[in-house]
C-alpha cells in the first residue's frame, strides 16, 4: 500500500474512494480516475476488471464480514465523514493476520479524521486470478 492523498476535498464531491483504490493498488490518482459519482461500484468493476482485480462489498454490520483469503491485505471501510456525517468517506483498513478484524490505517483527506461509526461496508480487493486459483483449488 502506498498512500495516495485525494485532492478534491468538497463535501459531497470528494475523491476519496479513488484514493483508496490508488493507494491499495499503488497507482496515481489519475489513472484510477472519478469513481466517486453517479453508480460508483460499476465503475470501479469496470476499472479493476481491466487490470485484472475484482472486489467484493459488504454492507452493514462488518462483525460477521469475514474478507476472502485471496483478498489483498489492504481493504477500504466506507463509513460517515468525520467533518459532515450525512455524506460517506472512504479510508484505507488493513486485515488482521489472524482475520479477526481490520484496522483503519490511513485516511486519505488531509485532516486525517478517518470515518465516523457505524462503519457502512468494506470493500475489498483481488486479484482475479488468486481468486480462480483458490476456487479450482477447493473443486
Known sequence: MKPVAQVVTEPGRGDSLAACVASILETSLAEVGDLDTGNNLEQLEGFLALRGYGFCFA???LERFRLPDFAEPYCIVVGPSPRKPDLGHAVVALVREDKTGIDLVYDP???GAFVGE?????LAIYRLEEMQKQMAESS
Open 59 to 61: 454492507a452493514g454490520n
Open 109 to 111: 483527506h488531509p485532516d
Open 118 to 122: 457505524p462503519w457502512r461496508g468494506c
